[in-house]
């Protein structure tokens, strides 16, 4: 499968997932206004080509197990839009969920993304044993001990100077977890052993700390066409970002490391598996700025 079968899937699960007559209608349509709002589908699709990488065949299970991150990664965002967190207006280049719905209803269909994922997840046709490794996996990189946690720290560190070193912390919990979740998702379902699992944690941890990194250079560098919400927030709120600790060139450089990093990752599983790393390089080196 390529990219757009992979999309297509992912969309299929969401359409079906949220097709249910029992559901709340404007609840439904509150939550499927930012499902639908775009965005790059980074998560899943880093879940989709590293399972078929491992030579997996993708089914509707696995989509399942991909659309779930995504709906959880879409409840941060509508969250982190809040007027209690960055508010902002924009998200994907159309107007953020509370300016459409409502504070009230926007908090709750984030609530509603953050728990439906593992009504999914228990849905899907897997081992028992890799629905409960999954269901932890993911609830680690989501919760108290992953993204939610970063987001706290994040928002503490605003109109203060942080280290690099707790930047990077941030980075690891907010978005890296939920960056490294399909790397290791696809490792527990292709039933891959602990050394591996533990080669792909890494191979997350550092693009999500590039990924992050990147998104600090967008925020000075990119239009609102280009980025799809408002630039220049971290400046306005004076965060702590890798481009205001070490300049515009010294983000790049790190951005360029991280990526390098990931890429030496990905040989070292592939020499140690069967894996055809290929879309997964592809998909990485996306992520570089010149």
């Known amino acids: 499968m390529d990219n757009k079968q992979f999309l297509s899937g992912l969309t299929a699960v969401f359409d079906t997932f949220y097709a249910d007559d029992t559901l709340v209608d404007h609840l439904t349509k509150s939550i499927q206004y930012s499902i639908q709002s775009g965005g790059k ?25 991909a659309a779930a991150v995504e709906l959880i990664h879409t409840s941060s965002l509508i969250h982190d839009d809040l007027p209690a967190m960055d508010n902002d207006d924009f998200r994907r280049g159309q107007l953020t969920n509370h ?42 990189a989501s919760g108290s001990h992953g993204m939610v946690a970063g987001q706290v720290l994040d928002m503490d560190g605003e109109q203060h100077t942080l280290t690099v070193d707790q930047l990077k912390k941030i980075h690891a919990l907010k978005t890296g977890r939920m960056l490294t979740f399909p790397f290791v998702a696809a490792g527990i379902i292709a039933e891959q052993d602990d050394e591996i699992v533990a080669l792909l944690r890494q191979l997350g941890e550092a693009v999500g700390q590039a990924f992050q990194i990147r998104d600090d250079i ?3 560098t990119a239009t609102f066409e280009e980025i799809g919400k408002t630039p220049g927030k971290d400046v306005v709120a004076d965060k702590s970002t890798y481009v205001k600790l070490l300049g515009l060139d010294g983000a790049k450089q790190a951005l360029t490391e991280y990526l390098d990093i990931a890429s030496q990752m990905l040989t070292e599983i592939e020499h ?11 998909q990485i080196e996306r992520l570089r700025i010149d």
């Open 41 to 65: 589908r980074i998560r899943p699709l880093f879940l989709l080509e590293t399972l078929q990488a491992f030579g997996i065949p993708i089914s509707e299970a696995h989509f399942k197990v």
């Open 99 to 140: 300016k459409v719905y409502g504070e009230a209803q926007a908090i709750l269909a984030g609530d509603a993304l953050l728990l439906d994922p593992y009504l999914l997840l228990s849905s899907a046709d897997l081992n028992a044993s890799v629905i409960v490794a999954l269901v932890a996996e993911l609830a680690y």
């Open 218 to 220: 967008l925020d000075v």
């Open 272 to 282: 140690k598996t069967q894996l055809q790393g290929e879309p997964i390089l592809k």
